[in-house]
């Protein structure tokens, strides 16, 4: 690795160890704004389940972990790598108290993992890609995937111009070199996969957030249902499915 990289993944891994040493989160308050992109993590979760079954499991930025554990009753095995050690430590932790057997995690560095070529039948991951150099994270995806294995990730992208102005004034609650997803991203990710399929959420949704506590809740949930299929470029979230 040159040296802007080292210092970068290790800027990444001193923010997300302080993150998760327990001190207080800065993405609490915006939690409620991922209440708009619902949807998105619906499919995420159900697709995530559905593509475990039987299947040797890569959770690629896993944190603590707790999708990668949640798969074990499901998936063959399961791994799960992060830079921080502070929530690998924690999940692994998890881990051994439950008696879990088929699933580990480890610090790992995603733009230069320990596995084998072709190991994995199933890699996802959320909020991932977003934190590396995308060209080598592309690089090592395909690289650690089976021949007919498929990748599954939501990542936020970056064409929200009103999302765009609330992440310049709230700075401390992300790394200085994490990069919001772009379209030409998804272009490299077109590259990199044989079919993809990627759908875009939360542009006309993200309004829906004001009445998540209110009776017209039923209402907002439709809303946000209807307006998830938009291809427009300026939305929030996507969630990408890959398979090589
Ligand atoms: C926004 S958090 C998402 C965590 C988890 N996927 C989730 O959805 O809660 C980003 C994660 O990426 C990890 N990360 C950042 N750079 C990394 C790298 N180079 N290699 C592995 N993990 C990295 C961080 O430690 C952190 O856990």
Redesign the pocket.
């Known amino acids: 690795m040159d040296g802007g990289a080292v210092d970068r ?1 290790e800027r ?2 001193q923010f ?1 160890d302080a993150r ?1 040493a327990g001190g207080e989160d800065d993405r609490v308050a915006q939690l409620k704004y991922y209440d708009a992109i619902k949807g998105c993590f619906d499919r995420y979760a159900r697709r995530r389940l559905e593509l475990a079954k039987d299947a040797v499991v890569l ?1 690629y ?3 603590h972990g707790y ?1 990668a554990i949640a798969l074990a009753g499901v998936a063959k095995r399961v791994e799960g ?4 050690k502070q ?1 690998v430590d924690a999940g692994n932790n998890e881990i051994r108290e439950r008696g879990i057997t088929n699933v580990n995690l480890s610090v ?4 230069a993992m320990d596995f084998s070529d072709g190991t994995f039948d199933f890699v996802f ?4 890609l977003h ?2 150099d995308y060209e080598k994270a592309m690089a090592e995806l395909r690289r650690v995937l089976k021949p007919g294995g498929v990748v599954l990730f939501t990542e936020p992208l970056g064409h929200n111009p009103a999302i765009e102005y609330y992440r310049k004034k709230t700075p401390e609650a992300r790394t200085p070199d994490e990069h919001p997803l772009l379209v030409p991203d998804f272009k490299k990710f077109d590259q990199t996969f044989d079919q993809t399929d990627v759908r875009l959420y939360g542009l006309t949704s993200l309004g829906s957030v004001l009445f998540r506590k209110t009776p017209l809740r039923r209402l907002r949930e439709r809303w946000g249902r209807r307006s998830t299929p938009s291809c427009c470029a300026s939305l929030a979230s996507n969630g990408g499915l890959g398979t090589r």
């Not at 991951?125 to 991932?128: A, K, L, P």
């Open positions: 993944v990444e891994r997300h998760f959770e930025g896993c944190a999708n790598i992060d830079i921080s929530a790992q560095n995603a733009e991951g959320s909020g991932i934190h590396l």
